[in-house]
């Protein structure tokens, strides 16, 4: 099936550097990227659309300078914590659209990314 | 507009019992919906999906739910509950629509206990 790598797992920063999340599709092609954000035992909040070759799509309240998102091939999407903050610690899950058998689309996640800022 | 509402934000089960997990949709068009599993620290497992085929969708790991266009409802079920089973699931809703994002129920804690 569908595999997305997504590296680092963990990954512990200063205030005030970045930190760059990436989420690569292994054995298909990815269109169409998405990374969540998700906080302690709550949900996945969607943070952007990403597609590749073109700029991502921020949902509202996510600011686009502060979490960029690049998308430049069909099998790497990256996203990139600028100036990263202690309320930036979360945990950062990708995700990719992929098809199966049938030609039914289905979402295949990363393992997602532990980010703490100290 | 889509969303899902997952009713108990918490389930307990003994082991060997049976495993609900409620999930209700919402969608202005014919949905796909999925539930996925995550342990602690860890990405998003696909259970099983429904992409308006066979209403009832059997899945990995015993789970099965069933698409209740009436009801509005995909509930989750599994005959025998294992203690690896334990985990927080999500169901999930996507227009009908390849490259619109999923949208989460706030997810489901499942205890089991011997």
């Known amino acids: 099936g569908a595999v997305v790598s997504q590296h680092p797992s963990r990954v512990i920063c200063k205030s005030g550097t970045s930190v760059k999340i990436e989420c690569r599709s292994l054995d298909f092609q990815a269109t169409t990227m998405f990374w969540y954000r998700q906080f302690p035992k709550q949900s996945l909040m969607l943070m952007a659309t990403s597609n590749e070759g073109s700029k991502a799509t921020y949902e509202q309240g996510v600011e686009k300078d502060k979490f960029l998102i690049n998308h430049a091939s069909l099998t790497l999407s990256t996203l990139t914590v600028t100036s990263a903050h202690p309320e930036d610690s979360s945990f950062y899950i990708c995700?990719?659209?992929?098809?199966?058998?049938?030609?039914?689309?289905?979402?295949?996640f990363g393992s997602g990314t532990r980010l703490t800022v100290v | 507009a889509q969303s899902v509402t997952q009713l108990g934000s918490h389930v307990s089960v003994s082991e060997g019992a049976l495993v609900l997990l409620r999930c209700n949709y919402s969608s202005s068009v014919p949905p796909y919906l999925f539930w996925y599993v995550q342990y602690p620290n860890q990405g998003l497992q696909l259970l099983l999906k429904y992409t308006s085929a066979a209403t009832l969708v059997k899945g990995i790991n015993g789970f099965e739910a069933e698409f209740k266009k009436s009801e509005t409802s995909f509930h989750l079920t599994k005959p025998s509950a294992h203690m690896s089973d334990a985990a927080e699931y999500f169901c999930?809703?996507?227009?009908?629509?390849?490259?619109?994002?999923?949208?989460f129920g706030k997810g489901t804690t499942l205890s089991v206990s011997s």
């Open positions: 999930a809703v996507s227009a009908n629509q390849a490259g619109t994002a999923l949208i």
């Open positions: 995700s990719a659209v992929d098809w199966d058998r049938e030609f039914n689309y289905g979402y295949t």
